[in-house]
Structure formats: structure tokens, C-alpha cells
């Protein structure tokens, strides 16, 4: 059995391989940047939280940015007991009324504009929802109002539903085509082979695979919604036609003076926005990781 020697001046090549070290450089003027609007953000949050559970009699004798010795939660009762569940109902109605109809309607026209693309009509469809991004709701809240007259629809939910699901279909068919028109067109051509109607298609196919664009879309409308003030400002008069934003508007000005109940409205109020926003995060991370494990 023979052996051939090695010349030992040669290094092996095991040896000639050297661990590349990677040099991580901190980016501080990108830390400070982060932790400033950490601050920016934190303080007026944690402000309105221990302001509203200050007394009234003690608000303008304390530091604002001490929290009370005694909280009290009269400020949460006094808000609840103004008739706020019942503009939390109204909110909840016209949020779900509008978003669930906008992006069903945007979902099914998103897809015929990807879809059919080539048909001149889908075309010009396309064309009018980017117009409507660029009308803001300001400039037309003159034409929304009397259509709403004409329609017997002044002072009633149904007057603000309407309007919002208008103004959330364009941005909404504008998301919505751009992810379905990167659904590989193999995967439809499939469907097609196995008699699988238009109908079927969208609903088994582009639906689940462009879910969490949905998500996306459904959440932004519903904050838009929720938030909105003009709308409910002009097309209601009524105080049992009050949402949450334009009830906290009256509440500014029936506390005029009692800031931590004002305040208190405010927690309220946005309450939901949290929920819904950690719900759909949740759910939009879900949908993310369920697309890129298939």
C-alpha cells in the first residue's frame, strides 16, 4: 500500500478557506431617530391615558405628566352614560355596512379587469375608478348631499353608507388588480381545464390567494370609515344619528371645561381601532405565511 506524500509548504485547501467576517456598523443617527418619535408618539398616548382617569376638581392643580394618586373612572361612566353605546352601535353600522359591500364589489371588479382586460368596456371601467382617486371627498360633499336629499335619505345611516362605499371602491380596485394580476396565469388555465366556471374561479382560486390583500383593504376602509367626520357632520342632525367622531365633537363642547372626560371619550373611542388593528395583524401575518408555504 503506497501513500503519496504531501508537500507541507502547500496548504491544504480546508486551510485556504477563511471565515468571512461580516462588520455590522451601527446606524445610531437611524436609533436616535427611532427612539425621538418613539417619544413623540408615546407621550400623548400616555397623557390621554392617566388624564382620564384624573378628577376634574384635581386636573389643573397636578402635573399633567404625573399620573393621579386616586384614579377614578367617573369620567368612563359619565362618557357611557351619554348615550355613547348608542353611537358606538351607529359606527359599528355604518363601518360594516359600507366595507363589506366595497370589497366584495372591488374583489369581483379587480378580477373582471384583470381577467378581461382585453374588452374595451373593462378598460374604461378601470379608467373611471383611477379617476376616482383623484375627486377628494371635499370637493363633492355638495353633489353627495343633494342626492341625498333627492333620495329621502337626510338624517339616516343609509345616507352615510352609501357615500363611504363609493369613496373606498377606487383605492380599493387599484390593490386589489395589482395582486390578482400576479396570481400565475397557469393556475386559472388549470381551473378552466377542470370546468371550473368563472364564478368558481374567483372565489376558490384568486380569493384565497390574494387574501391578504383583502385583509389589507378591508382594514384600511374600515379606519378610514370609523374616523370619518364630514360625512356624518353633514348628513346627519340628529343626536341619534351620531357616530363616534362627531359625538366626541359634542362631547368637546358639552365638557367644555371637563378635560379628562373629553379625554376619556377619546380612549373610548378609539378602543376598537386598537382591537382591530391587532386582530388584523394577526391575521394578515397568517395569511402571508400561509401564501409562501404552498
Do not use: C
Not at 400565475?184 to 368558481?200: H, K
Amino acid at each position: 500500500m503506497t501513500t503519496t506524500p504531501t508537500d507541507p509548504r502547500r496548504p491544504r485547501r480546508a486551510d485556504r478557506r477563511k471565515p468571512q467576517r461580516h462588520s455590522r456598523r451601527r446606524n445610531w443617527p437611524g436609533g436616535l431617530a427611532g427612539w425621538i418619535w418613539l417619544v413623540i408618539v408615546a407621550v400623548p398616548l400616555y397623557w390621554t391615558l392617566i388624564t382620564s382617569l384624573k378628577a376634574q376638581s384635581r386636573y389643573y392643580a397636578s402635573n399633567p405628566l404625573v399620573p393621579s394618586a386616586d384614579p377614578t373612572l367617573d369620567n368612563y361612566r359619565l362618557v357611557i352614560e351619554s348615550d355613547f353605546l348608542r353611537y358606538f352601535v351607529n359606527s359599528v353600522v355604518v363601518t360594516a355596512g359600507a366595507v363589506v359591500p366595497a370589497v366584495v364589489f372591488s374583489f369581483m371588479a379587480a378580477y373582471a379587469i384583470v381577467r378581461g382586460w382585453r374588452m374595451r368596456v373593462l378598460r374604461a371601467t378601470n379608467g373611471l375608478f383611477l379617476m376616482g382617486l383623484a375627486i377628494p371627498l371635499q370637493a363633492t360633499i355638495i353633489p353627495v348631499y343633494l342626492i341625498i336629499i333627492k333620495l329621502h335619505l337626510y338624517d339616516n345611516l343609509l345616507a352615510l353608507i352609501l357615500p363611504s362605499i363609493a369613496f373606498a371602491i377606487p383605492l380599493s380596485v387599484l390593490v386589489l388588480a395589482n395582486f390578482v394580476r400576479d396570481v400565475p396565469n397557469e393556475l386559472f388555465d388549470s381551473m378552466r381545464v377542470d370546468g371550473a366556471t368563472e364564478w368558481t374561479t374567483l372565489w376558490r382560486l384568486a380569493a384565497p390567494l390574494t387574501r391578504p390583500a383583502i385583509l389589507t383593504v378591508t382594514i384600511f376602509n374600515a379606519l378610514t370609515i370609523w374616523n370619518g367626520f364630514l360625512l356624518p357632520l353633514v348628513l346627519t342632525q340628529s343626536p341619534e344619528r351620531r357616530t363616534l367622531p362627531l359625538a366626541l365633537w359634542s362631547f368637546q363642547g358639552q365638557y367644555g371645561v371637563n378635560v379628562p372626560a373629553v379625554l376619556a371619550a377619546v380612549v373610548l373611542t378609539t378602543l376598537p381601532l386598537l382591537v382591530l388593528y391587532a386582530f388584523g395583524r394577526r391575521q394578515l401575518l397568517s395569511g402571508l405565511t400561509a401564501g409562501f408555504s404552498r
